[in-house]
């Protein structure tokens, strides 16, 4: 095994990630207990040269890990995997997989959601925009209900989705549509690997958190120019998938995170700001 940045997390040997340079996109792909809702087919019939995936176990008390290591064996250019020993959450599953496909270089780096709600064919598309539009950073997919698009989500979370997002919006001073979305890319400048570089407070709501680290960075928008580098793109499709694990729990720490990221990353800007640059600062808990 080959340590990682946690003790808890590891890579097998024969998954080892092919040498720097080879792949331009790293995309993380979050599982916990997916083992029977991965669409395996769907990633080894995705045609994307530039991409590879790292799919990381969260501590699965199913077979997940045992079918992921499966798909990595029979295609180590394309897929590796990181376990973690324990359940950490989403956000730490993100985490840990960004920063291992840092360790390979690459010029892009992102995540998506294990369900494919937003389809794998986005990912190109999200590419395209990076590749055509060097002033953006991190692209983003927004589940905009426009007519012609075929997004469906079920009534209740639309709704309670609208409302947290307004709220993001509020506690952001951004006017960011959909911070939600399991579908983002980054560039990957030397102002990346800082946004991950501690672990998410904001657990249940760390896209948000992601973004108020990503402004803290970066400096606050100016009048003229209120997007600093943020691109939000409408999907085409979108879809819930079956077996979603957010909760009302959840939902509510996800508000309470949101407070979280106000007084954290709005009330104590400077603190905070210099702590993503600088090794030696803690972000309180």
Not at 52 to 73: H, K, M, P, Q, Y
Not at 117 to 122: E, K
Not at 182 to 200: D, H, N, W, Y
């Amino acid at each position: 095994m080959r340590s990682e940045t946690s003790s808890s997390a590891s890579v097998s040997p024969h998954l080892d990630p092919q040498p720097p340079g080879e792949r331009t996109c790293v995309i993380v792909v979050p599982c916990y207990n997916e083992a029977e809702r991965l669409d395996f087919a769907a990633f080894e019939s995705f045609e994307c040269g530039r991409c590879r995936f790292v799919f990381v176990d969260d501590g699965s008390r199913d077979a997940t890990a045992e079918v992921l290591d499966r798909l990595c064996r029979a295609a180590p250019d394309r897929f590796s995997m990181v376990r973690l020993e324990r359940n950490r959450g989403k956000a730490e599953a993100v985490r840990q997989g960004i920063l291992h496909a840092l360790d390979d270089n690459p010029r892009l780096v992102g995540y998506w959601d294990a369900d494919l709600a937003t389809p794998l064919d986005v990912i190109p598309q999200f590419c395209r925009v990076l590749d055509e539009r060097p002033e953006v950073q991190l692209i983003m997919g927004s589940r905009v209900r426009l007519l012609g698009r075929s997004i469906q989500r079920h009534a209740v979370r639309h709704y309670v989705g609208r409302l947290f997002a307004t709220a993001a919006s509020l506690v952001l001073n951004l006017p960011v549509y959909d911070t939600q979305c399991g579908a983002k890319i980054l560039r990957v400048t030397e102002q990346t690997r800082p946004l991950f570089a501690k672990p998410f407070r904001a657990s249940w709501a760390f896209d948000v958190e992601l973004l108020a680290r990503y402004l803290a960075v970066h400096g606050r928008p100016a009048a003229e120019s209120p997007w600093v580098g943020l691109y939000e793109m409408p999907l085409e499709r979108w879809e819930d998938v079956r077996g979603s694990k957010l909760s009302i729990l959840g939902g509510l720490t996800a508000f309470r995170g949101l407070a979280y990221v106000f007084w954290h990353y709005r009330m104590r800007k400077g603190p905070v700001a210099s702590g993503l640059t600088s090794q030696s600062h803690e972000v309180p808990k």
